[in-house]
């Protein structure tokens, strides 16, 4: 079946410094790829997403490639804040079916000051 | 606030106790969806209703658990016999037909504790 595996954290950076979570998926067809953020005491929200090979999903400074020939979606941010300390789940939706979202296992990214 | 909402947002309950949660999607939105998150994990499918039909069940989702979405708007989970396994967040979300690209929005969640 549709499978994520996401790099496994927890996750701690200094403010300002690069950030990759890596991200791969196993899928038959043509899945939408997609990250979701959980900030401490909040529901889900999705960060960013896309639909088809090459597409590029960005948001607030995320960006996210989807790489059909390496089954990928890493997400990347050139410098991360304090604010964007938070658990992150890689996910996807199969195409054509109930569009039920598989989700990755969440990475915890803590940013120090 | 017009986002997902979800009632009860915690409830304790003896082991082999029932128990009902709510969901009530962003109005017009006609697909919901019924996850389970435990500890450290990401959010596992449950079911799905498009307007008030059930279309896809998880093999998770165990004779105990049952939903309902009676008139296309919000829809219920219940759990019957409650066991310690059942412990978890239980989040809702919803999407409106004509998303191409399946986003869905979530609600703040249900959260289980049996004892």
């Known amino acids: 079946g549709d499978s994520v595996t996401q790099m496994e954290g927890p996750v701690t950076l200094s403010e300002e410094a690069f950030l990759t979570i890596n991200c791969t998926y196993t899928a038959t067809g043509y899945p939408s790829l997609f990250w979701y953020v959980q900030y401490p005491g909040e529901g889900l929200q999705l960060l960013l997403k896309a639909t088809k090979a090459d597409d590029k999903g960005s948001n607030k400074g995320f960006e996210a490639t989807y790489r059909k020939e390496t089954t990928s979606f890493h997400l990347e941010k050139g410098s991360v804040q304090v604010s964007d300390s938070a658990v992150y789940f890689c996910a996807l939706s199969a195409y054509g079916g109930a569009q039920k979202l598989v989700f990755g296992q969440g990475t915890r990214l803590t940013i120090n000051p | 606030d017009t986002g997902v909402s979800q009632n009860p947002r915690h409830k304790i309950t003896k082991r082999g106790q029932n128990v009902t949660f709510r969901c009530d999607p962003i109005?017009?939105?006609?697909?919901l969806y019924w996850y389970r998150q435990t500890l450290g994990q990401g959010p596992e499918f449950l079911t799905y209703f498009q307007n008030e039909a059930q279309l896809e069940k998880s093999r998770l989702l165990s004779d105990r658990f049952s939903a309902e979405r009676p008139k296309g708007s919000f829809s219920t989970l219940e759990i019957q016999r409650t066991e310690q396994g059942d412990s978890a967040m239980y989040l809702c979300?919803?999407?409106?037909?004509?998303?191409?690209?399946?986003?869905?929005?979530f609600g703040p969640g249900t959260r289980l504790t049996v004892t």
């Open positions: 979300a919803s999407s409106p037909t004509s998303a191409t690209s399946y986003e869905q929005y």
């Open positions: 109005s017009e939105h006609n697909r």
